[in-house]
């Protein structure tokens, strides 16, 4: 074992610079977000650095990509139509599987960033990280259905893509500040950062974030799917409960 | 200040909810009506999701009509014989709403179906109360409200009853398809159908308008308590926490409003409740007649 030590050393130096010379690692500024009773969004702040043994290759110059995925659920996006003066929902294009939450970040406009067939390898932008196998035949503009995901997600700041916005020093330190809204869903959430040169990917980095209901909202949620005839008669005696004592304490106020 | 609903899993303002709540409290207050009515399209328009907004409205309105059953009773204004029938109808009704709700939950419709029942019973009430009040106001004769042309019909029926605190001897069918079409609107609209309720007690069952107010608070206890347990089984769209925001300030409300009510004419008031009804009946109206911002809307994928 110690006599392999130099062998390996020696291997490791040799190795020639365009190779895994350049590595990113990340951190975040929380491990996990807490949804409670005041809840109102949440940033989190993700950093990291740039690990070389090389000289810093100044050409074509390094750019980092910054992602934040929520879980992932199938979606129906529906159209609608007039129908009797009316509108109605008519159409509807199942979306397999779409994060409830996506947040894209670069230290660079996204065509400098990134190549379009890296792009689709990795599944970084919103619109690869969206998918979506097959609309009815009926239906012959399907991607119209997921223009309008990520039109309305965006609306709700659901999706959000900030291009040129990671702040990157020195080509070495990065972070960016990624804001959740306040109507994000509860699971884990992955982060992932990519190091780019000349739209190629040469190192990236995953890590999860979770994002839970605690105390109240927490006991609250899993009482109402996990024991829904408990959660129920809850609900109806705090009703009855709330109802009686008003009444009754406003006939003490009247007679008092 | 804002506060996340857990189940609705939006994050709203609690003041905002407070004064919903309290508004909507001073009105039935004011009016003698459960304001589920109102509550719900209202909820629709601060971005609850709608399947939230009627299954909460239900939960809220077992408590509005908890504290007003107990003064009826008092007063021996509740015909418990007849709120058991139409309660049986009701029950029978709000099993088969919460059914047809989830049905087409499913479908992607609900929004329509809910957005449509409001403007077609909303602008109904809402217009007749309009008018009517209106006539009464310029104190010209009164058009009658339309007089049971089914009366000869009615006791033609069998399973008649007695009903001695109504002074009613008919039969138990008219009540119970009563409360039956009511329970049906209940679970569809989150409403507890009190402005429906009444007016079929008095013209179509013909039973003296005291003991109406009470007797329909009391079926609509347990209609709504049903829906309520239906939607949170079946669904599981009650937000507890949204409701108990909303009956603190309906609770408060109801006390102000039923201190105001005393000051003003009842023909003002009247045309003023019709208004404010005419008025969301609007507002909903246009959301489906005119062409939305966004042809797209997102439903549950499964």
Request: net charge positive.
């Amino acid at each position: 074992m110690i006599r392999a030590l130099p062998v390996l050393l020696a291997l490791a130096l040799s190795l020639p610079v365009s190779g895994r010379a350049e590595e990113v690692v990340m951190g975040l500024s929380r491990d996990s977000v807490a949804i409670t009773t005041d809840f109102n969004g949440s940033e989190v702040l993700i950093f990291g650095a740039v690990k070389r043994e090389a000289a810093i290759q100044a050409d074509p110059p390094l750019r980092v990509i910054v992602t934040v995925a929520g879980p992932v659920a199938p979606v129906a996006v529906w159209r609608k139509e007039r129908r009797f003066g009316i509108w109605v929902n008519t159409d509807s294009v199942e979306i397999d599987a779409a994060p409830s939450f996506y947040a894209v970040a670069s230290s660079a406009p996204w065509d400098e960033s990134i190549s379009e067939v890296e792009d689709l390898r990795h599944k970084v932008s919103i619109e690869r990280a969206i998918r979506s196998v097959g609309a009815p035949m009926t239906i012959t503009d399907s991607q119209s259905f997921t223009d309008a995901l990520i039109r309305l997600r965006e609306g709700n700041d659901l999706y959000e893509t900030f291009y040129d916005s990671v702040e990157f020093r020195e080509s070495t330190l990065f972070d960016v500040a990624i804001r959740m809204p306040a109507s994000i869903v509860e699971g884990t959430y992955t982060t992932r950062v990519f190091l780019t040169r000349g739209g190629k990917v040469v190192s990236q980095h995953a890590s999860t974030l979770e994002v839970r209901k605690v105390g109240l909202e927490r006991w609250l949620f899993n009482l109402s799917r996990n024991q829904p005839a408990l959660y129920g008669l809850l609900s109806i005696v705090i009703a009855i409960a709330a109802g009686w004592g008003a009444s009754a304490a406003f006939r003490a106020l009247k007679s008092g | 200040m804002q506060v996340y609903l857990p189940i609705a899993e939006v994050s709203v303002n609690i003041l905002l909810l407070f004064g919903l709540g309290g508004l909507v409290g001073i009105l039935s207050g004011m009016f003698g009506v459960g304001g589920g009515f109102l509550i719900t399209p209202l909820l629709f328009f601060m971005g609850i999701p709608p399947a939230v907004a009627v299954a909460t409205g239900a939960n809220q309105i077992v408590a509005s009509s908890v504290s007003g059953v107990l003064a009826h009773l008092k007063r021996r204004t509740v015909d418990l014989r007849m709120g058991t029938v139409l309660l049986t109808g009701g029950i029978a009704g709000a099993a088969i709403g919460v059914w047809v709700f989830n049905l087409l939950k499913g479908m992607g419709q609900v929004d329509l179906l809910v957005r449509l029942c409001y403007v077609v019973f909303l602008g109904i009430i809402g217009g007749l109360m309009f008018f009517e009040s209106l006539s009464a106001l310029r104190r010209s004769k009164r058009g009658g409200p339309p007089r049971r042309r089914h009366h000869g019909r009615l006791h033609g029926l069998p399973f008649k009853m007695r009903f001695r605190t109504s002074g009613l001897y008919i039969s138990a069918i008219p009540p119970a398809l009563v409360g039956l079409c009511v329970g049906v609107l209940s679970a569809i609209m989150g409403v507890g159908g009190g402005f429906i309720m009444v007016p079929a007690m008095i013209y179509l069952l013909g039973m003296p308008t005291k003991v109406v107010v009470g007797t329909s608070l009391f079926q609509i206890i347990f209609v709504t308590a049903f829906t309520t347990m239906a939607h949170a089984i079946t669904s599981q769209t009650v937000d507890i926490l949204l409701a108990l925001v909303l009956l603190i300030g309906g609770v408060i409300g109801a006390q102000i409003g039923t201190a105001l009510g005393t000051r003003l004419k009842a023909e003002q008031l009247r045309i003023a409740l019709a208004s404010l009804v005419l008025l969301v009946c609007g507002k909903l109206a246009l959301d489906l007649f005119l062409t939305p911002s966004d042809l797209f809307e997102l439903g549950a994928g499964g």
